[in-house]
């Protein structure tokens, strides 16, 4: 079986006034991630450990910010473009192993329903899909809360 693997990293400065989306979920806190589309940086990461296992570049190069088309776009979106991107190819999706870090708000109580919006966007059972969630220890951008960033590695196999 042909296999490969792939790992993400995003980051964004958190802002107040934004919303903040987290693996495609809107929660409710003062301050969001700040970028030119929902600025989820969970799905972000996630949309480049999917790219780069297939070695298909980064979101960068598919969603550029420079492109206002993707003014405001939903991360979901770009993370559907991407599964299709992928099936084209002849890959699918195995599985998906996420980290978001931020200090606030907590997120563990969110994570059940990132999953259940995010497993069927990337094909796979609820079960494939991992999200976990840690703070910076008070340490750094994270720590002050000023940003938040998340890493992200999955499986893809050919179908």
Same mark, same amino acid.
Do not use: G, T
């Given at each position: 079986m042909d296999i490969r693997v792939g790992f993400g990293f995003d980051?964004?400065?958190l802002v107040v006034g934004r919303p903040l989306w987290l693996g495609g979920v809107l929660i409710p806190h003062e301050k969001g991630c700040d970028g030119h589309s929902d600025a989820d940086v969970l799905l972000h990461a996630i949309c480049d450990a999917l790219l780069g296992? *297939? *070695?298909l570049r980064d979101i960068g190069f598919h969603f550029p910010n420079t492109d206002a088309r993707w003014k405001g776009a939903? $991360?979901?979106d770009l =993370? +559907?473009?991407v599964v299709r991107l992928l099936l084209e190819r002849g890959? +699918?999706?195995g599985n998906v192993d996420a980290t978001l870090c931020l200090e606030q @708000?907590?997120?563990n109580p969110h994570i059940p329903e990132m999953v259940r919006v995010l497993a @069927?966007? =990337?094909g796979v059972a609820e079960d494939c899909v991992s999200i976990k969630a840690t703070t910076n220890e008070k340490l750094g951008y994270v720590g $002050?809360?000023?940003g938040a960033n998340a890493y992200a590695v999955c499986l893809i196999q050919k179908k």
């Open positions: 980051v964004h400065q296992a *297939a *070695a939903d $991360s979901k =993370l +559907r473009e890959w +699918r999706v @708000p907590k997120i @069927p966007i =990337l $002050s809360e000023n």
